[in-house]
């Protein structure tokens, strides 16, 4: 079935750029996303990438699509003590029953100062 | 744009309980609905999810049910709540694919 990786910790210094690594083996997939979830809260839709495209940037987010690894990434750039949070990658196939979205494990990201 | 409210936000409860807990939704009509559970540390879990009234699809076998008794409206209940039932609840909906979900605020739940 479908499957998506992160690792689970990333600490980066306040100022550094933060990339947050995904793999998938959903080779259908269509829409992968980011999405982030403060202590307490839902989760936040950051952004997200059609299959087609290789990279989107947003602002200070740019995520990278790798389709032949079936890799992705998120990079934060001047990272503030704001995007201490965890980040969850997904990702959705035309294929997938009522567009159901599979998610990964989540990467909590921690800020030093 | 869609607008999910859950209630409550934290709810503790005594082993053998029953539970209810409701997620409705604005702005939106005819959405799939989601519930997942995150344990603590770990990743999301679907639970259930739900493409109109009354029509629901559960994903793991589990102590718990979710009704659709209206459009907007998705209920996660349990007759007797296990220690293992703890977590946070989140209610989910999209409105088509390629949009992600949006989810709602959750509910922790502590069995006692």
């Known amino acids: 079935g479908e499957d998506v990786e992160q690792s689970l910790f990333l600490s980066v210094r306040e100022g550094d750029s933060s990339v947050i690594n995904c793999t998938y083996t959903?080779?259908?997939?269509?829409?992968l996303y980011w999405y982030k979830q403060e202590p307490g809260a839902g989760l936040q839709l950051l952004t997200y990438i059609f299959s087609n495209m290789d990279m989107k940037q947003d602002q200070r987010l740019t995520v990278l699509l790798n389709k032949k690894d079936k890799h992705l990434s998120l990079r934060i750039a001047d990272t503030q003590t704001g995007d201490s949070a965890i980040y969850f990658c997904?990702?959705?196939?035309?294929?997938?029953?009522?567009?159901?979205?599979?998610f990964g494990s989540g990467t909590r990201l921690s800020i030093r100062p | 744009s869609q607008t999910i409210h859950q209630w409550p936000a934290t709810l503790v409860q005594p082993v053998g309980s029953p539970l209810s807990l409701e997620c409705t939704v604005e702005?939106?009509?005819?959405?799939?609905l989601y519930w997942y559970r995150q344990a603590a540390g770990r990743g999301l879990q679907l639970l259930f999810y739900?493409?109109?009234?009354?029509?629901i699809s559960s994903e793991v076998p589990q102590n718990l049910s979710a009704s659709r008794p209206q459009d907007r409206q998705f209920i996660l209940s349990s007759k007797k709540l296990l220690l293992s039932d703890s977590g946070f609840y989140l209610c989910?909906?999209?409105?088509?694919?390629?949009?992600?979900?949006?989810f709602g605020s959750g509910t922790r739940l502590t069995v006692v």
């Open positions: 739900s493409v109109g009234i009354g029509q």
């Open positions: 959903d080779s259908s997939s269509t829409y």
């Open positions: 989910a909906s999209i409105q088509g694919q390629g949009r992600g979900y949006t």
């Open positions: 702005g939106t009509s005819n959405p799939n």
């Open positions: 997904a990702e959705t196939s035309p294929y997938s029953s009522a567009s159901k979205i599979i």
